[in-house]
């Protein structure tokens, strides 16, 4: 079993930590990763495809745990499954279970890619409606691991509702710090509904955060947030299903949405290891969408106000983003899941850009509710925020960035859980989709 530790991310750092401490930022203040000792087997490929055949195994049958070698930070041996079993938290296998990549022809169209070349990925279809069930299983199994009672975390609804389900099922406290007023109902409703605290914060979701990690700190509780880098091991495995869907053939492009950039993050860390052991030969180009509303990224990474943000080596110049965080405004979109003005994730996500030749684009809410309602319009569900990946590629290939014949994957982060987003959108005839009501009178 290859063992696991803790590693501080900037270069000039060496400071390490133990898998089963809670050192998710070093003693100088920097974000840290989980690292592995040891590369695993490219014959493992062939170990999850037969899982697939799960025979019951809870394990096997979870879109998250079926990949466990590959973030083995518990050190089990994965093919035990009294062990996995007393290790592994999981929702009865549900989690990632059904999100996998689709062809969506009015989508493909939509985006002007051709034929074939175009797959969205559907997130929305893990348990809580949304990705945030592929990072919390590995979050709260850590959580457990060091003994936690009670996990905590800030949320723009789907965060909350994820916490929420897999601390109810863990017998678990989990408190919920949250935006007053700004959480669709939807999403709310599932907090209260799995027995979560909540505490209503005055300001946006980074004032929510940073009260969070202060009282979790002081506290005693545990952080899920996607500064906890156990809950990026998680999320890896969005890619991971991906590339096994296309046979370890990497696309051209993984578009996300941008919020805290936790899957940005773990994207670009799961495509960085995959490559450093020999998984995949060519690395897919990452493109964050972010709405113009909640722009940070693309303004400090395009060199909105002056020099553009960049990795830089780990020598980041957070000067720049100090100068941004201290402009006045704040962030507003429709699409709240993305609603984010200081993503937690950012110097992790520079570093995931930096390894692909990723870009940073931003849409307009107009174009993810357009998105939104394309994606509808192939059967297939997802919120607004979602709607932010298929906005993008459009405007990525409209622009020449992504061509037509590209492979790309877009990552359709949640399902739609504010329903008055869509039926104010469809009964607007000025949408370009929408379908709005006829009156047939008293007949």
């Not at 300001?203 to 996607?226: E, P």
Request: hydrophobic share 35%; charged share 20%.
């Amino acid at each position: 079993m290859a063992g696991a530790r803790l590693k501080c991310i900037h270069p000039d750092c060496s400071l390490e930590y133990s898998v089963d401490s809670v050192a998710f930022r070093c003693e100088k203040g920097h974000p840290t990763d989980v690292i592995y000792d040891r590369a695993p087997s490219t014959g493992l490929k062939e170990t999850f495809y037969a899982r697939q055949n799960h025979r019951g195994n809870i394990f096997n049958v979870s879109g998250v745990w079926r990949f466990r070698d590959l973030f083995n930070f518990c050190q089990v041996d994965t093919e035990d499954i009294d062990a996995c079993a007393i290790r592994f938290v999981s929702l009865d296998g549900s989690e990632g279970r059904q999100t996998g990549p689709y062809h969506m022809k009015q989508a493909s169209e939509f985006a002007g890619m051709d034929e074939g070349c175009m797959w969205l990925q559907t997130e929305g279809y893990n348990p809580s409606g949304s990705f945030k069930d592929n990072g919390m299983a590995t979050a709260v199994t850590h959580a457990r691991m060091v003994g936690a009672k009670r996990i905590v975390c800030a949320s723009t609804g789907n965060t909350s509702a994820s916490a929420g389900m897999f601390a109810a099922n863990e017998g678990m406290d989990c408190d919920v710090y949250i935006p007053a007023g700004q959480i669709a109902p939807g999403k709310l409703s599932q907090a209260y509904q799995f027995g979560a605290q909540i505490v209503e914060v005055d300001g946006n979701f980074d004032d929510a955060l940073s009260q969070s990690l202060h009282d979790a700190q002081t506290g005693g509780g545990y952080t899920v947030n996607s500064v906890n880098p156990f809950r990026i091991e998680g999320q890896k495995t969005i890619p991971y299903r991906a590339l096994e869907y296309l046979e370890w053939e990497a696309p051209d492009w993984i578009v996300y949405p941008g919020g805290a950039l936790g899957n940005t993050s773990s994207c670009g860390k799961a495509l960085m290891e995959l490559y450093e052991w020999g998984w995949i030969k060519k690395v897919p180009r990452i493109a964050v969408i972010n709405a113009e509303g909640a722009s940070t990224l693309s303004d400090m990474y395009n060199g909105r106000y002056g020099a553009p943000l960049r990795w830089n080596g780990g020598r980041v110049d957070t000067g720049i983003i100090d100068e941004y965080y201290g402009r006045d405004g704040r962030p507003a979109t429709g699409a709240t899941a993305i609603q984010i003005g200081r993503p937690a994730n950012i110097l992790k996500g520079l570093r995931a850009l930096d390894f692909t030749g990723g870009v940073v684009a931003t849409v307009s809410d107009a174009e993810m509710l357009d998105a939104m309602s394309v994606v509808g319009l192939n059967g297939f569900d997802c919120e607004m925020a979602s709607g932010a990946a298929l906005a993008g590629i459009r405007k990525l290939v409209r622009d020449g960035t992504i061509m037509r014949d590209d492979r790309v994957v877009g990552i359709l982060t949640g399902r739609q859980k504010d329903p008055m987003l869509s039926v104010e959108y469809h009964n607007n005839p000025a949408n370009r989709f929408a379908h709005p009501p006829k009156n047939r009178g008293k007949g």
